[in-house]
């Protein structure tokens, strides 16, 4: 074997192992910028643009792709404050975690989501079960289950 073989032997060997490195850094560094990234949060259909303090409701599965209920009509500025509790036991409080809460059927998390609850709403306390939270939303019969601790109690 003669010096040049030798050359282009390990000249060809050193060029393979550093094509294999610098395309295992590419497929690494592409994969966990993918991986990093956020979902993008989700819209539903009766979300309404811009508003702080929407409840973003999911349709019954039930319902047809086409028909999609309407929103609950919001109080106004000037309207009377939430009726004060009327359970035992039942309090006042404010979401106080800025992504929001899931609104559960039950006190689990394989529960059916019923909607969400945004920054900063109000809701009726009901009870405290473990972890959970059952509570009423303000001027509607809707009742749910929240992950606790998400919340802080007005006075």
Do not use: C
């Amino acid at each position: 074997m003669s010096w040049s073989g030798l050359f282009k032997f390990v000249t060809g060997f050193l060029l393979a192992i550093a094509l294999l490195a610098g395309a295992g850094a590419v497929g690494v560094r592409y994969l966990i910028t993918r991986l990093s990234a956020p979902p993008p949060r989700p819209i539903f259909a009766n979300d309404k643009p811009n508003s702080g303090r929407a409840i973003a409701q999911a349709p019954p599965a039930s319902a047809s792709p086409q028909a999609s209920p309407s929103p609950a009509p919001e109080p106004s500025p000037a309207a009377s404050p939430s009726p004060k509790p009327d359970e035992p036991g039942a309090y006042q409080a404010r979401v106080s975690i800025p992504i929001g809460l899931v609104l559960r059927q039950g006190p689990s998390r394989e529960s059916t989501r019923l909607g969400g609850l945004e920054y900063n709403d109000e809701v009726t306390v009901l009870e405290t079960k473990g972890d959970w939270m059952r509570v009423r939303l303000p001027n509607s019969d809707i009742e749910g289950w929240v992950k606790s601790g998400n919340t802080e109690r007005l006075n």
